[in-house]
Nanobody
Framework: QMQLVESGGGLVQAGGSLRLSCAASGRTFGIYSMGWFRQAPGKERDFVAAIRWNGGSTYYADSVKGRFTISRDNSKNTVYLQMNSLKPEDTAVYYC??????????????????WGQGTQVTVSS
């Protein structure tokens, strides 16, 4: 079992920045790769970024590459998503999730088994 709690969302103007955090319970956080997804109203849940269990590799959706950075601190059981140069189309609920397989992670939501409750990010134009 793992509980995930996201924080750091909010309202920001276009071009601004936010840093999301996802705190995990339990002692096994450091052996799992983690991912961030987002879901806008009326849309599918989309992959944003993933990071290997040891932080050694990362993987991004094309829509956020160069603007977002995923990182983790295994000593704090936390994964982060630094979001810069935000655009109105980044508005969504952002979720972190645990990747249930080996490797860095994937863009497929059903390959993740534990999810947080989400945090709202709203980017105004």
């Amino acid at each position: 079992q793992m509980q995930l709690v996201e924080s750091g969302g909010g309202l920001v103007q276009a071009g601004g920045s936010l840093r999301l955090s996802c705190a995990a319970s339990g002692r096994t956080f450091g052996i799992y790769s983690m991912g961030w997804f987002r879901q806008a109203p009326g849309k599918e849940r989309d992959f944003v970024a993933a990071i290997r269990w040891n932080g050694g590799s990362t993987y991004y959706a094309d829509s956020v590459k160069g603007r977002f950075t995923i990182s983790r601190d295994n000593s704090k059981n936390t994964v982060y998503l630094q979001m810069n140069s935000l655009k109105p189309e980044d508005t969504a609920v952002y979720y972190c999730a645990r990747f249930k397989h080996g490797g860095t992670g994937s863009s497929v939501a059903n390959e993740y088994d534990y999810w947080g409750q989400g945090t709202q990010v709203t980017v105004s134009s």
